[in-house]
């Protein structure tokens, strides 16, 4: 699951035929960690919360207003949207929540962002279940390049050791991969590996990471779970 796939493709080169972004039934959207595109904060506004408006290669005509995308793991509701099909933009509002429980310096002007419009039912799941909630923020540790990989370390907080696996899923700035490795620091953080091949690389932010970056967790929503109910149990 470290390969972004065939969507970023389809969005950027044939706008008309990736899927539009509709707006919200009832319930949460939901997501796969499967990028699409990526976009740039092309200005930002505070009018209470901070009005960002994101560049992007989709179809305006595509995109609903109160359709929801996940802006590098954020899950964000569109309230603008404008441009031409593969230079366009829209705008989302980001409370002030958001963005203390976020990277820092992530929703400044000229960031880019990974973007993934939510599931719609019969989409394929390409990556895993992603809510779109950023659960923690993690420091890169490492990164190298290994055989045209990146291999990538990051360090979790102690609270979200529990929850990362070795062959499990994670969420780092919105992109579902799978953890190579785990070790448990002395202080109860995590410290896990990733591997980025070179596509996923190219088609998302993670290509650019380096040591002491700042990234978005999330953790699989069925850790979570299974969390839950060992604790239950006892």
Request: charged letters at 20%; one cysteine or more.
């Amino acid at each position: 699951r470290t390969d972004a796939g065939s969507r970023w493709k389809d969005a950027i080169s044939a706008p008309t035929r990736s899927r539009p972004l509709p707006a919200p039934a009832n319930g949460a959207a939901m997501f796969t960690g499967i990028v699409t595109a990526i976009g740039t904060i092309a200005a930002t506004e505070q009018r209470g919360d901070l009005h960002v408006r994101i560049a992007c290669p989709f179809d305006p005509d595509r995109i609903g207003i109160g359709a929801s995308i996940a802006c590098s793991g954020v899950c964000l509701t569109v309230t603008e949207r404008g441009g031409t099909p593969g230079d366009a933009w829209f705008a989302v509002d980001v409370s002030q929540e958001t963005v203390s429980r976020t990277v820092p310096g992530q929703w400044e002007e000229g960031r880019r962002l990974n973007l993934e419009p939510s599931l719609r039912l019969g989409d394929e799941l390409g990556g895993h279940l992603v809510t779109g909630h950023v659960d923690a923020v993690g420091e890169v540790a490492q990164a190298r390049r290994v055989d045209g990989s990146i291999h990538l370390e990051v360090r979790a907080p102690k609270a979200l050791a529990p929850f990362i696996a070795p062959k499990g899923s994670i969420t780092v700035d919105g992109v579902s991969l799978t953890v190579n490795a785990v070790e448990d620091e002395a202080d109860g953080a995590a410290r896990f590996a990733l591997n980025i091949i070179p596509h996923t690389g190219e088609v998302t932010t993670l290509g650019h990471l380096a040591e002491g970056d700042r990234v978005n967790l999330e953790i699989d929503v069925l850790a979570r779970y299974l969390k839950r109910m060992q604790a239950l149990a006892g």
